[in-house]
């Protein structure tokens, strides 16, 4: 029983402390009018119009009957044309009112009435107001061209102190809309620079104010800019292929008014990764290279003070390091008198000279090379050789630049047939034909050669 008690009480309470909560009036569909009620009257300067908001002042009212203020408003650009309502105001002892839903440069009808408990009093006068429009943008603004990959934008700042800061927007020759890019803050700011721009490309741009009841201006003049373009391409680049142990390049002198430097690079293959080898200030460089035909892909760009860099992906030129020459042939391999001939050939008009190199063993544990050079002929008379031995010889081919061929195919000699003959190392010599060099290792008399394959 008393849970019911006490839940009834508290519904009842509910009730009674909710009727006592002040609901704002409004005027009734059908409202009695007295005239006699005190009505709204503006003092002198009753009205003070902003871009975004309008304020009114009015005379005190003294009929102790009127309990507050019914507001009435109407947007001149709206279609409907009777009477709208739009405020309350619950005490006939305010005097100030200030509308802040209010668009910028819009017409506005307002009029007032003062509401008893019984009765509204009549209309108030029309006031007819129009706000104001919004601010202009900036009047003076100036863009910097050829920069690189940016552009600056100057203005004049913004004479009204509600000015907070500046909207800059963008537009290229491809959009149609206008993109914002940057809020400028500060009154007294004057530039923008955007950067991050493509070479050579046409932005256009304009600035708006923004107050500090957020009303943003108009747009300034549009000012055009177009971007730094890059340095022409390199051309007429060439490379050597016939230079020993080095590659020398040249190309064309870049056409750059404000010329950096050329930047040089270097690939294994043609379409390979681009490796920056030298920044140059002349328009030649020699790649020495410890090696003979090593191949490299060269491509070279221009620099401008700016960094900016003309294309050099288009095509790459190939230089090679002089080639070795090519190995000298056998032709025939024999004995004669005990003692090796090896004659051969040399079908590369390069070589100059030739070397032979010796290798045999006279036990399985060490193995002796001899090397024979200068030999400007086409024979070699090997005399030091002994029986039960087997002999390996092998030809090189060398040019002016001192560069070896390959060496030749192998020509093996068995000396198994040989007598065995006592011979003094005073006797012991190597008989070569136009050779300028002596040889390395010891010496003998003796022999039969027989080549292990077949020299034509």
Known sequence: MKFWKLTIFYAVLLLILSGCVATTPTPNSEPTIDATLETVELTTNGTFVDM??????WKSIKDQRVKGIYIYKKAMDEMEVQDEYYKTINSRFTTHFVDTQ?????????????????????KSKMIVLNSLPVLKSVIWIQSVQNMPRSAKILWRPHTNEKVKAYIVERQTLEDSDWEKISTVQGRLSAEYIDAELKDKYVYKYRVRVLTFDDIISTPSKVVKVVTKSLPLEIVNMTATRNLPKKIELKWGKAIVKDF??????????????NELIANLHKNLYVDKIDEDGKQYFYRVSAVDKDGLESSYEKQSIQGITLIRPEAPIFTEVKLVNNKVQLLWKKDDPRIKSCIVVKRYRKNWINEINEEFKGISGNMFVDSNVEPNITYNYTIYGVDKNGIKSEPSIEAEFKSDK??????????????VENASSSVDGSKNDSDTIMPTKDFN
């Not at 975004?52 to 002042?57: M, Y």
């Open 418 to 431: 040989l007598p065995v003959k006592k011979v003094s190392m005073k006797n012991s010599q190597i008989e």
């Open 102 to 122: 209010i668009k910028p440069d819009t017409q506005y009808i307002y009029y007032f009435k003062t509401f008893s408990d019984k009765a509204e009093s009549l």
């Open 52 to 57: 975004n908001a309008i304020a009114f002042e």
């Open 260 to 273: 950096s430097h050329y930047n040089l690079y270097r690939a294994q293959t043609a379409n390979g990764q």
